[in-house]
């Protein structure tokens, strides 16, 4: 006669849907085959908390079940339970409730087959790294760049494999494919049992035993890939991005390596680059300067006109908001900071000298200390701020 389910799990039949599952993980640990090797009354039990779970985490059954008992389930009626009878079924059924603590680290490594574990396949292929020059107006807008780029690739004739044909795939007589060894030793505590990967198919499940004449049995040729970069705006000079799978295709069917890209920015003939800002150095002339005028200056989108109003001093420091760089992913935006340089000139006629002699015993042409008149670093930090 068949254990009441709920008896079988330790809830109660109140238990709500996440208890149920944690009663299952506790039992289900307990009796484990890993645990109990060669146990068979553990291994019964297994299968039986593994039906109990079947029928109670479902709504429907559990409702059957609280109304009709094991009689809702006989021959002859719809919607039966999950009737436990192979271990591999069990696993395929319900390893994916355990995660990594179950079939993972505390048992010594993934399982494969159908216990929610995954074989090792091949080699990871290695990463690969570029550098992308990109100007100004790339950076500040964002750019798609297409680069050929040379490396290992998936062998075509193999489709990676490294076989020569599929009858040259066979399954590893060490491990009888599961990719992994079990030995079982006899303790003073007890049998203690460990898992390592096959030393004979490399934790493939599978040996080669003809290998393809193009790849020469590494499921990857030397080639070429064609491949498109999508680079945000305002990416920065040593940033580095990643492609996933881009890089070395791996070995027999591995994973590909990924593709590094460093960004290096192409110096502009005229700007230069402060953090998000732009910085542009415009020399004016001393008449300019005295009078004011209106000139033109370079910028990341192309030029603009500002007005230089009379009487400014060298070390003036203009601002264009929101004309430089943008931030990487975000909402922010630097600005152009233009500063300017009055210029002295240096060869003079005769003429000119005497007129500017002339000039200079004027009270106009005397520098006078005024208090207002903030230094070149003080400017320098106002127009950061």
């Known amino acids: 006669m068949k254990r009441d389910y709920y008896e ?71 919607g039966g339970g999950f009737h436990a009878t192979n271990m591999e079924d069990i696993f395929s059924h319900f390893g994916d409730i355990f995660g990594d603590d179950m079939f993972g680290s505390f048992f010594g490594g993934g399982r494969s087959g159908g216990r929610g574990g995954r074989k090792a396949t091949g080699q990871r292929g290695s990463n690969l790294r570029i550098k992308v020059k990109l100007t100004y107006e790339e950076i500040a807008k964002g750019v798609t760049k ?66 393809c004449s193009a790849c020469k049995g590494e499921g990857r040729v030397f080639g070429e890939e064609t491949i498109s970069i999508d680079i945000p705006a305002g990416v920065q000079e040593g940033m580095q991005l990643s492609m996933s799978g881009k890089g ?88 152009q900071l233009i500063y300017v340089n009055v210029w002295t000139p240096q060869n003079l006629t005769t003429e000119e000298k005497a007129m500017l002699e002339k000039l200079g015993q004027s009270e106009n042409f005397k520098p006078k200390p005024d208090k207002n008149n903030k230094s070149f670093f003080e400017r320098v930090k106002e127009a950061f701020n």
């Open 8 to 78: 079988i799990l330790g809830v109660s039949k109140s238990a709500s849907a996440d208890e149920i599952k944690k009663a299952y993980r506790k039992v289900a640990m307990q009796y484990h085959p890993d645990r109990n090797p060669g146990d068979k009354e553990a291994e019964e039990k297994f299968k039986e908390a593994a039906e109990a779970y079947d029928i109670l985490s479902d709504t429907d059954k559990r409702a059957k079940y609280d109304k009709f008992g094991h009689q809702a389930f006989g021959p002859g009626t719809s």
């Open 146 to 211: 297409t680069v050929k780029v040379k490396k290992h690739v998936l062998c075509n004739t193999c489709g990676g494999s490294g076989a020569k044909d599929k009858g040259s795939v066979q399954t590893c007589n060490t491990c009888g494919g599961s990719g992994q060894v079990r030995r079982v030793q006899n303790t003073f505590l007890g049998q203690m049992q460990t898992v390592t990967t096959c030393p004979t198919c490399n934790g493939e499940g599978t040996t080669v035993t003809a290998k």
């Open 248 to 335: 070395n295709a791996g070995e027999r069917g591995g994973m590909n390596g990924d593709l590094i890209i460093q960004i290096e920015e192409e110096q502009h003939p005229e700007l230069h680059r402060d953090g998000l800002n732009v910085a542009y150095d415009l020399h004016i002339s001393f008449p300019e300067a005295t009078f004011g005028s209106t000139v033109e200056v370079p910028t990341i989108d192309g030029r603009a006109k500002i007005k230089v109003p009379p009487g400014t001093q060298s070390g003036k420091i203009f601002r264009l908001k929101g004309k430089g760089f943008p931030e990487v992913q975000g909402y922010g935006k630097g600005d």
